[in-house]
């Protein structure tokens, strides 16, 4: 396929993407599948290739057949050991946020 695409459904690529590819949700890149193009997701596992930037807002999986040509960036990021990475890697550990202040209001209770 030639073009980008912008998903806000699970995305399950078995076949060839030319263009960036923006999901909101998961990217599941099979054995058989390659991306041609930068990445931006909510969630990705990877077992094929991809040529370009990968940016995940949550957990990527590269894995033991990925072959990745690019940076990556993601919290969690998982790499199996026999996976292939020719890139910078950017696994990013967010802390939750503490809320510490009061609310606003006292709640009711009924």
Same mark, same amino acid.
């Given at each position: 396929m030639?073009?980008g695409?912008?998903?806000?459904?699970?995305?399950? #690529?078995?076949?060839?993407?030319?263009?960036?590819?923006k999901?909101n949700a998961? *990217?599941?890149?099979g054995d058989?599948?390659?991306i #041609?193009? /930068? *990445?931006h997701a $909510?969630?990705?596992v990877v077992y094929g290739q *991809?040529?370009g930037?990968?940016?995940?807002?949550g957990?990527a999986?590269?894995m033991?057949?990925?072959?990745?040509?690019g940076n990556?960036?993601?919290s969690?990021? #998982?790499i199996d050991k /026999? $996976?292939?990475?020719?890139?910078?890697v950017n696994?990013?550990h967010?802390?939750p $946020?503490?809320?510490n202040?009061e609310?606003?209001q006292?709640?009711?209770?009924?």
């Amino acid at each position: 396929m030639h073009g980008g695409m912008d998903v806000s459904v699970p995305l399950y #690529v078995y076949g060839t993407i030319y263009g960036e590819v923006k999901a909101n949700a998961l *990217v599941y890149l099979g054995d058989t599948g390659s991306i #041609v193009g /930068n *990445v931006h997701a $909510a969630r990705m596992v990877v077992y094929g290739q *991809v040529q370009g930037e990968i940016i995940v807002s949550g957990e990527a999986k590269m894995m033991n057949s990925a072959n990745i040509t690019g940076n990556i960036s993601a919290s969690p990021l #998982v790499i199996d050991k /026999n $996976a292939r990475i020719d890139g910078q890697v950017n696994a990013v550990h967010q802390q939750p $946020a503490v809320d510490n202040t009061e609310p606003a209001q006292s709640p009711r209770w009924i």
